[in-house]
């Protein structure tokens, strides 16, 4: 493309990566922490090593077992120490190997209907890899796949494995600054950024990409039309609350055809079926494919079916609990607020809000936990439907504590807050409170409004802060530390080893400046595209559910946006691991998440409208009803409309994948044919072969010429069929001369009509 | 199968087909009603034909470009006159030629991706077909299909053959007595009887059939409950409403399920693809498909979508007429059954009801005009998305006319009546009625009931006559005239032609029966399937709306369905034209009406439980929304839920087909490997050939090493990798020995961890 020619050159020797594929990250600071282990020792060569203890020799015996089972899959291993007492493991696989694993893969991939075009080949084929994220793909299941299947089955973090910190492959610098060094001077990103993306991280997190991207696009209609809003309609108009749903349901609808797109361009489509089965997976029973005889586990769907509807019970628990506790801490605030005249207010104030934030880590990991266990029994074949089904777990409680305290405000607050402050009156029974209650309340209908405007400008910065500056300020800080300890450790107690060992523990100088950096990246968090692709989802929902108490929301969340798509590149090349190329044809559960905050936005679109634009005065429960019920219909009749056209334009680009696998195969038809002698059948003659039962082997019973079309009767027909063409049509020339005679009858003779004519 | 065998032997002579494959009768009846034609004459042989006048020779000029037409396409004719001034051409397809083209047609499957397993074979390949059916397909193609696409481009009452009034298959006599016979035994039909009618009529009709014996089927559970609920909840009872409705929802996605199913049993799955454009389809641009270079003709997708939309006035417009229609019949009946007390009363009860029927199918037919130019006008590229679409707004009149009248008493006129019924006063200002409206009027909440009972039971029974019975006794008394009608016109004027007219003019001894089969079944009328699906569509909708105000409801339907599936076949099989063996792979557009039907059903229901339960006692306007609001909610929870459960058990069907196709993709490669040389890429080496973009094709700018992962760096990665494998493990060991050391630091020395354990 030579996209990045033309720029100045880049430091080769800072930015290498000495040819590593993967590094493991091996840790054995946990193992002292465990007790003592029974494990007997595997290799004997080691039986010295018993001097160091149990502890040592289990690290040892694991770290060779790595090293064994590194070797057995075919993989060049090269070790260097980590930070601290951990190992780094160095994997290379030889290009001829890779390119193989590059063909199989893509012929596994023909197999199951991913890619159309048969990958021509033998076991031994050698093809280059499209991109590099393919590549890495094959590095990472030979690394990961169990050895039945051809890989070092090496799983960090389970079973065997658990002391494996990490295994990743490296950040590639150099591209990554290039990309990140154009979007800062560019406003758009184009169709081949997000190829780059993908042929960098793969296509999991290209579709998170493409995402924000078509989200943001998107909401530049909403911001100009809010500006718009904003100085001739105001809030809460009618106007703009209708512009806004129909721009809602026609963007999740849209985003539907440009997942079908991207799945296309990027061959992905339903890539979900040849994922392998996770290590913990446990099957109830084997099917055998009837035509290769290969056997599949499967697991029954009936029961993960019914082990899925503890979804119920545990949606509606954790909508109790963080509902309760919301509902306690805006009590609270309200109390101290609205109610509580004593002293240290200013203070007060403030103390429901931290507690509240204070709490709410341990909540949502308790209930995170806990779905994680829900999540492991539904026992689910591959990690992506794992990572699917905790993902729409994690999303239900960030949608309660993303929406809840907005909608207690909009639909109970405001609204009934006249009527349900004095029962708050309670605490004075307990003398926590000395204030009368029964002055008059004044429940300000703009704190809506207010909200609105915290959410959608302070809270996304502070959000930005929080996930991306915070990180590297800590990353940057704990670098600075360790190398003061290190140097301190260093200092205070001289290594005693064997020279050799000693030289070991010293970086070469041409390869001090990589392994710093491979130090840092495996002990970088790792990236969590889920949690991004709901960071966005949330804000969809903001917009859709409250974006018409204060038109200039989007506008906000357009400037966040911009900022947001290249923090989170930063945040992913500079800050965390890089992450698996893994692929995906979709972003997964959150489309689900947007079609209900779609949903949802309607409804509490038309009643905050309802409600506010007039500031509560003539509202009447009936005719609020009225409003929802009319609004849900609306929008089932909006999306139905929406849906059929967004279809017509997928189905073009359906239409056009089919195109060119209709071209593929017509290729492949001409090529055969000619050559190919027809096998399988003999030639046989039409006749007394039909039958009228499709599954039926016998075919004699219909010998009889009782159930054919057409041919039964050629017996009979000998003489029907007789005439000779020419004959027939003479004969039905005949025909139409006679049968036109009796027709017209004796009345009009034949004459006549040739007169009238 | 051996089905069928065992039973007495019919008689074959009178069943027997002579061979024939397709009749197509051409009439010229309708020649002489359109004023003289100016056509020139096309054969010179014919010249003498002026004679008879201009009609005769556009007759004869029609008859032998007809006759020339098929023999160009290889097709063998035989002519017999018909009934009245029409002829009946034979036509029959030598058996080589139809197996070579029932091959090309799974060639031509196997292009556009219907069916997966190659068809081995070259231009001459002979197939047998697999059922009657796809013989008969074939056929149809070779007389309908347009030149250009290899058929004689015979298309019945379109354009230069708008005299031929039927182009149809002939009936298998046999094979369809014995279905009839098979099935008047026995309560419930199989998935092989389904074949058979499959192999018979082919996929679209079959999918009729499986349709209504699924939702026979089906019904046993709401007769069984219902009858339940009769004995121990009454009507209206809440319990039964959830159940219903419960039923209605797993029903509709249950029979999607199924739909998969069957679609991939009969290997139609996406069919609708490879469909032939209709003659009368306008295409605005050509595409040429990149790979093959073939161009396909195309119609803009939005221009079609934005012509759909003229839907929306089209049935605002049909729901007002027959709406207001509606209305004033049902105002009218109320008149004068609740408040006219003049003479007649008795008689003129009836007057409305009569009035109203009399006027619908004017009314239905000018609707139906103007929705056949809409469909027209929308441009649709084949024969299915036409009908599809014409039946969509056919459907939308049937629902208004089934469920309006009911609808109206359960929801307006029981529950307002008293309100509403005085405004009819305004017929004594004109004088029509001497009644005083101000007395007090007795609206009966039993009424609705009563409708429903009459639904149920009175009204399947009528229209099962109407539709079955009364056709069969029009077309037994027509033949009979006609049969009276010839013998008169021969007795009157004796027939003056040659003796060897004569002779064509009289039917051969051997020939007589199965012509005069043959001149019945092409006067028949044609099977419109889309028909039979409409009326089980509008008995699901009157069960989803209505039965739960008399919970028998399903057992009459259950009934009533037995005798009406027979029927239908009944029909089918005696009393219409064989339709063409048309594939399709689903019920069409009658599953969005089930859907439909399944949302305004549960609001139907949920409504008149809450209005009905008390007799309309305590009804507040409020609750009322509000319980129409909580059902729509309860509809969308339940649907989804029912939608997953029902995707897994249709994921089952899929993922057997997708082995499937794995295990052909298997033996292919099987096949191919190891005779295959590599072809078309070389086999290169991995290095220096990543690239970042997919899309590029100039790979030099990243040949610096910037992008690709891993191996970029081989030339520093020289001394890093130079250890031997053993080499590196040994390392490993001694830094996990020296690391730990220094982990542990001064304090705990390695002997004493060592004693500890």
Not at 191 to 209: N, P, Q, T
Not at 523 to 541: I, K, P, R, S, W
Not at 742 to 750: I, L
């Amino acid at each position: 493309m030579g996209l990045f020619a033309g720029h100045e050159p880049v430091d080769h020797a800072e930015l290498d990566n000495f040819g590593v594929d993967w590094v493991i990250h091996y840790s054995f600071e946990d193992l002292g922490k465990e007790g003592t282990s029974t494990k007997p020792m595997i290799d004997n060569t080691l039986a010295h090593s018993h001097l160091l203890g149990a502890e040592i020799s289990q690290a040892i015996s694991e770290f060779v077992t790595l090293i064994h089972d590194l070797e057995e899959a075919h993989l060049q291993v090269q070790v260097r120490h980590g930070y601290g007492p951990s190992l780094l493991v160095f994997i290379r696989i030889p290009p001829d190997l890779l390119g193989n694993m590059v063909y199989k893969s893509r012929v596994k991939d023909w197999l199951h209907g991913i890619i159309h075009e048969f990958p021509a080949g033998d076991d031994h084929t050698v093809v280059e890899s499209e991109t590099a994220a393919e590549a890495l793909r094959s590095v990472y299941h030979a690394v990961t796949w169990q050895k039945h299947l051809g890989g070092a089955g090496i799983t960090p973090k389970i079973g065997q494995w658990k002391n494996i910190q990490a295994a990743i492959p490296l950040q590639d610098r150099a591209a990554n600054a290039e990309l990140l060094r154009k979007w800062s001077k560019t406003v758009n990103i184009t169709a081949e950024d997000l190829d780059a993306i993908r042929a960098l991280f793969g296509e999991k997190v290209a579709f998170y990409f493409a995402f924000i991207h078509c989200y943001s696009t998107f909401l530049v209609f909403p911001a100009v039309w809010g500006v718009f809003c904003w100085f001739y309609l105001g809030p809460y108009s009618i106007t703009c609350a209708l512009v806004n749903c129909l721009w809602c349901i026609i963007f999740v609808e849209y985003w539907k055809t440009r997942e079908i797109d991207l799945s296309l361009r990027w061959n992905v489509r339903d890539v979900g079926i040849l994922k392998v089965n996770r290590p913990e997976w446990v099957w109830d029973k084997e099917v055998q494919n009837p035509v290769t005889g290969e056997t599949t586990k499967v697991f029954s769907t009936q029961k993960q079916f019914l082990r899925q509807l503890l979804l119920i019970p545990f949606a509606t628990v954790a909508a109790l609990a963080l509902g309760s506790l919301i509902i306690l801490s805006f009590a609270s605030e309200v109390l101290v607020s609205e109610i509580y005249t004593g002293p240290f207010k200013g203070y007060l104030e403030f103390l429901p809000t931290i507690l509240f934030s204070l709490s709410l880590p341990w909540i949502t990991n308790t209930l995170t936990e806990f779905a994680k266990q829900l999540t492991d029994y539904e026992n689910y074949r591959t990690q992506d439907q794992y990572d699917v089904a905790q993902t729409s777990k994690t999303f239900v409680m960030h949608f309660i504590t993303a929406f809840l305290p907005t909608l207690l405000t909009a639909f109970v607050y405001v609204p009934f807050g006249t009527k349900l402050v004095p029962y708050l009156d309670v605490f004075r029974t307990y003398g926590l409170m000395s204030a009368n209650l029964a002055k008059e309340i004044h429940i300000d209908p703009a704190r809506l409004q207010q909200e609105v405007i915290y959410l959608s400008a302070t809270a996304q910065l502070l959000n930005f802060g929080e996930e991306i500056v915070l990180p590297y300020v800590k990353q940057t800080l704990m670098h600075k530390w360790r190398t003061y300890r290190d140097g301190r450790d260093a200092a205070r107690m001289p290594r005693r080893h064997s020279q050799r060992t000693d030289l070991l523990l010293v970086d070469a100088p041409e390869e001090a400046a990589f392994l710093a950096r491979v130090r840092d990246e495996v002990e970088a968090d790792e990236y969590n595209v889920h949690d991004d692709t709901l960071e966005m989802c949330v804000q969809f929902g903001y917009l859709a559910l409250f974006g018409v108490a204060w038109p200039l929301v989007p506008l906000g969340f357009l400037a966040n946006n911009w900022l947001e798509l290249r923090g989170d590149f930063f945040k992913l090349s500079l800050e965390c691991q890089r992450p698996p190329p893994i692929r995906a044809d979709s972003i997964g559960p959150s489309l689900q998440g947007l079609e209900v905050l779609a949903w949802l936005g309607t409804l509490s679109t038309a009643a905050v409208v309802y409600l506010y634009r007039n500031s509560m005065e003539g509202v009447q429960f009936s005719s609020f009803l009225l409003t929802l019920l009319l609004a849900e219909w609306a929008y089932l009749g909006v999306r139905f409309v929406v849906q059929t056209g967004m279809e017509r334009i997928s189905s073009v680009t359906l239409k056009r994948a089919e195109a060119k696998r209709y071209g593929m195969r017509k290729r492949y038809l001409e090529a055969t044919s000619g050559n190919v002698s027809p096998r399988g059948k003999p030639r046989v003659r039409f006749e007394d072969k039909v039958s009228v039962y499709t599954t039926g082997t016998d075919v004699s019973t219909s010998k009889e010429g009782l159930l054919q079309p057409g041919h039964d009767g050629l017996h009979h027909g000998r003489q029907f069929w007789s005439w000779a063409p020419q004959e027939a049509a003479d004969a039905g020339v005949r025909m139409i001369k006679a049968l036109n005679t009796t027709m017209d009858g004796s009345r009009t003779g034949p004459t006549k009509v040739a007169k009238g004519a």
